[in-house]
């Protein structure tokens, strides 16, 4: 399955949902997963538990999931599906378009810059937004977290995957095929920098410190002008 913007995979459940009652159901495990990963670990979350917070029996989240894991999986998705429409909802009402770069690097539109370079602090806000704010999210965030003795998932490909197909139109285009691959694993490396920093900014202030912010939004606009310029 694709997710609605053409983006990552979705991960399979055991039987989608056909009905809106159904649906409603599914949306209140996935609900109630997120807050009671605001109170426990992992370790300690469990399915009856999830069901008694949902109001469901326990057969309804066996309906969808095989285990835990396939639920927290499922709430990561989630989670960047929000992710995604909140930037684009953001970046709509603000107008910005990839034609508005041509005055940013001429200096026309002024210190802040305007078209990716805005899209990009859009991408910082709103992940901060949801790191503050979203239920389970400062958890699961985008890739639910396994125990030390599996293979660790790679949810950051996914997002770097996921934010490159969301901005395309604000990327410009005409690349031949070495600098789409370029632009990906500058994306990709974008993402990964931008993770291990803004970790360090919430391991400093609960809400986020501000400066670390302000010098990774620094630090992603002069690494990605080396390709999108």
Same mark, same amino acid.
């Given at each position: ?13 055991? #039987?989608?949902? %056909?009905?809106?009652? =159904?649906?409603? /159901? ?5 609900? !109630?997963? @997120? &807050?009671? *990963? ?14 008694? #917070?949902?109001? %469901?029996?326990?057969? =309804?989240?066996? /309906? ?5 894991? !396939?639920? @927290? &999986?499922? *709430? ?31 200096? !026309? ?93 919430f391991r400093m202030d609960p809400e986020g410190d501000p400066a670390i912010v302000a010098e990774t939004k620094e630090l992603l606009r002069a690494y990605l002008a080396r390709v999108l310029d």
């Amino acid at each position: 399955m694709i997710g609605q913007d053409g983006g990552v995979p979705i991960p399979p459940l055991r #039987r989608n949902p %056909v009905q809106r009652r =159904s649906a409603e /159901r599914l949306g209140r495990i996935l609900d !109630a997963c @997120a &807050e009671l *990963l605001d109170e426990v670990s992992y370790e300690e979350l469990s399915t009856r538990a999830v069901a008694e #917070r949902a109001g %469901v029996p326990i057969g =309804s989240v066996y /309906r969808f999931f095989s285990n835990k894991r !396939a639920m @927290a &999986e499922a *709430l990561a998705h989630r989670n960047l599906d929000e992710y995604a429409e909140r930037i684009t909802r953001r970046l709509a009402a603000s107008g910005v378009s990839a034609t508005s770069d041509a005055l940013a690097t001429s200096g !026309a539109a002024g210190a802040g810059g305007g078209g990716w370079r805005e899209a990009m602090d859009v991408v910082v806000d709103e992940y901060l937004a949801m790191k503050r704010g979203a239920p389970g999210f400062a958890l699961i965030e985008f890739g639910h977290p396994v125990p030390a003795t599996e293979p660790p998932e790679q949810p950051n490909h996914l997002v770097a995957d996921r934010l490159r197909t969301l901005l395309a139109d604000r990327l410009g285009g005409g690349r031949d095929e070495a600098a789409e691959e370029r632009l990906r694993v500058a994306f990709l490396l974008a993402v990964e920098t931008a993770d291990a920093l803004l970790r360090l900014a919430f391991r400093m202030d609960p809400e986020g410190d501000p400066a670390i912010v302000a010098e990774t939004k620094e630090l992603l606009r002069a690494y990605l002008a080396r390709v999108l310029d």
